[in-house]
């Protein structure tokens, strides 16, 4: 290896180790990577459709809520509604492939 002025060595990383390409592609993975399924599941076309429906509302009760343009004004019912129709949006999205 050539070494600079300030004696540092070239091609050599902070640990002093080479790194090549060559060494890294011979050498397999410890870790487990499960096969790649043959059929996908997908999520019927209806979970897409209630998934935005449950965010949207959620979104409107929170929002008129806050307004306070409900029947009986401001209410803890009203933002808990729409806090549960987030959350199954949310739940609902995690789920959709």
């Known amino acids: 290896m050539a070494r600079t002025r300030k004696g540092q060595t070239v091609g050599a990383n902070k640990g002093g180790h080479n790194v090549s390409s060559k ?39 929170l929002f008129v809520n806050y307004l306070g343009v409900l029947p009986g004004g401001a ?16 739940y609902m999205a995690t789920r959709y492939r």
């Not at 499960?34 to 009760?61: C, E, N, V």
């Open 23 to 61: 060494n890294r592609s011979t050498t397999s993975s410890k870790r487990y990577t499960p096969p790649i399924p043959t059929s996908q599941k997908k999520s019927p076309r209806w979970m897409a459709y209630l998934l935005i429906s449950f965010l949207i509302l959620g979104f409107i009760f």
């Open 75 to 90: 209410s803890n019912w009203y933002l808990l509604v729409g806090l549960v129709f987030l959350a199954g949006g949310f």
